[in-house]
């Protein structure tokens, strides 16, 4: 997405010339994107971190993401950071098998996590990036309430009008198969993080997004509703 004003420097990211910068890292050099960010005479930056440098920072993950902020808190540049929860979109990796007819397998069925819908870290992001009092900030961001795994398929089959069949998995069966995806040490963080290593921390909702927006945050049914169509 780009702005009247901006221009893409490099994927993941756009700058709005010589006002603000949105930031999702991992996607390049974040020291060499921030350094052109700075030369290009941007003057803040909203980094999409992640909830687990709070909550879990012995993760590799997890210090890969603190890194990336410490490199922005250090570049001279205003900054805010946003630290999301596990993303609604992340069940976009049952979709084939929904879509045909076949059944969601899941390790941890019944922990329940607030995920977030990602449209509402773009709203907190619109908002540090237009609006003033956000330089120098760190927002913890979740949904409105913790949904299980289970919770979520039940949530997809509602929305289908059909039934999803649903299996839990052990969790050497669900890391065989993300480790795929993933690689094998991002594949054990995914699995502490969604209910191997639950507490509190991770597991607690948190107003931030009603807070900063002045909106309430959208449920995960209301993200299931919007993209049905990937599932049918």
Same mark, same amino acid.
């Given at each position: 997405?780009?702005?009247?004003?901006?221009?893409?420097?490099?994927?993941?990211?756009?700058? +709005?010339?010589?006002?603000? @910068?949105?930031?999702?890292?991992?996607?390049?050099?974040?020291?060499?994107?921030?350094?052109?960010?700075?030369?290009?005479?941007?003057?803040?930056?909203?980094?999409?971190?992640? /909830?687990?440098?709070?909550?879990?920072?012995? /993760?590799?993950?997890?210090? @890969?993401?603190?890194?990336?902020?410490?490199?922005?808190?250090?570049?001279?540049?205003?900054?805010?950071?946003?630290?999301?929860?596990?993303?609604?979109?992340?069940?976009? /990796?049952?979709?084939?098998?929904?879509?045909?007819?076949?059944?969601?397998?899941?390790?941890?069925?019944?922990?329940?996590?607030?995920?977030?819908?990602?449209?509402?870290?773009?709203? +907190?992001?619109?908002?540090?990036?237009?609006?003033?009092?956000?330089?120098?900030?760190?927002?913890?961001?979740?949904?409105?309430?913790?949904?299980?795994?289970?919770?979520?398929?039940?949530?997809?089959?509602?929305? /289908?009008?059909? @039934?999803?069949?649903?299996?839990?998995?052990?969790?050497?069966?669900?890391?065989?198969?993300?480790?795929?995806?993933?690689?094998?040490?991002?594949?054990?963080?995914?699995?502490?993080?969604?209910?191997?290593?639950?507490?509190?921390?991770?597991?607690?909702?948190?107003?931030?997004?009603?807070?900063?927006?002045?909106?309430?945050?959208?449920?995960?049914?209301?993200?299931?509703?919007?993209?049905?169509?990937?599932?049918?």
């Amino acid at each position: 997405m780009r702005g009247r004003t901006g221009r893409s420097l490099s994927a993941g990211y756009v700058l +709005v010339r010589y006002v603000s @910068e949105f930031l999702v890292s991992g996607f390049g050099s974040d020291a060499d994107i921030l350094e052109a960010a700075r030369q290009a005479g941007v003057r803040h930056v909203v980094l999409v971190s992640s /909830l687990t440098v709070q909550t879990y920072p012995c /993760l590799g993950p997890a210090g @890969e993401k603190l890194a990336v902020e410490q490199l922005l808190k250090n570049s001279g540049m205003a900054w805010t950071v946003l630290r999301p929860t596990q993303f609604a979109s992340n069940c976009l /990796l049952w979709a084939a098998s929904i879509r045909e007819h076949g059944t969601v397998r899941a390790p941890y069925a019944d922990t329940g996590l607030p995920t977030i819908h990602p449209a509402d870290i773009a709203s +907190v992001a619109r908002v540090a990036l237009t609006e003033p009092g956000h330089h120098g900030r760190t927002y913890a961001l979740t949904g409105p309430e913790r949904v299980s795994a289970r919770q979520q398929v039940e949530a997809m089959a509602a929305v /289908l009008g059909r @039934e999803v069949p649903f299996a839990e998995i052990s969790r050497q069966a669900a890391h065989a198969r993300m480790a795929e995806v993933f690689g094998a040490e991002a594949a054990d963080a995914v699995l502490d993080i969604t209910g191997g290593d639950v507490d509190d921390a991770i597991s607690a909702v948190r107003d931030t997004v009603s807070q900063v927006t002045g909106a309430p945050a959208r449920t995960f049914q209301q993200w299931v509703a919007e993209n049905a169509t990937a599932f049918r």
